[in-house]
Nanobody, 128 residues
Framework: QFQLVESGGGLVQYGGSLRLSCAAS????????VGWYRQAPGKDQEGISC????????LYADSVKGRFTIFRDNAQNTVYLQMDSLKPEDTAVYSC?????????????????????WGQGTQVTVSS
């Protein structure tokens, strides 16, 4: 079965850190570009970070730039999102998606609707 599974979410205090994982099963995630997306209640989904298949190109939304780091371990078939200096406005369901094309655009992460695989999401809650 081909799937992506997110983990690592939870409750953290303002200024804290979490590391999210996006693990693939049934296919080689290293062939895919991967993006992290989040959606808070009542808000539109936001693409916050993405990485190309080789891991040498990354993008970040302005809202997380300098605080979040995306990286991948293709040997582990996993992409990670290290989140530091968390704020209450980071509270959302975080989901990852895989894109078979392997590359990422120059200025923005791939649109969610273009995904080939995706996970069910993990909740991140930041208390003030």
């Amino acid at each position: 079965q081909f799937q992506l599974v997110e983990s690592g979410g939870g409750l953290v205090q303002y200024g804290g850190s979490l590391r999210l994982s996006c693990a693939a099963s049934g296919f080689t995630l290293g062939d895919y570009a991967v993006g992290w997306y989040r959606q808070a209640p009542g808000k539109d989904q936001e693409g916050i970070s993405c990485i190309n298949n080789s891991g040498d190109e990354t993008l970040y939304a302005d809202s997380v730039k300098g605080r979040f780091t995306i990286f991948r371990d293709n040997a582990q078939n996993t992409v990670y999102l290290q989140m530091d200096s968390l704020k209450p406005e980071d509270t959302a369901v975080y989901s990852c998606a895989g894109f078979e094309r392997g590359y990422i655009p120059l200025n923005t992460c791939p649109r969610w609707h273009l995904r080939d695989y995706w996970g069910q999401g993990t909740q991140v809650t930041v208390s003030s």
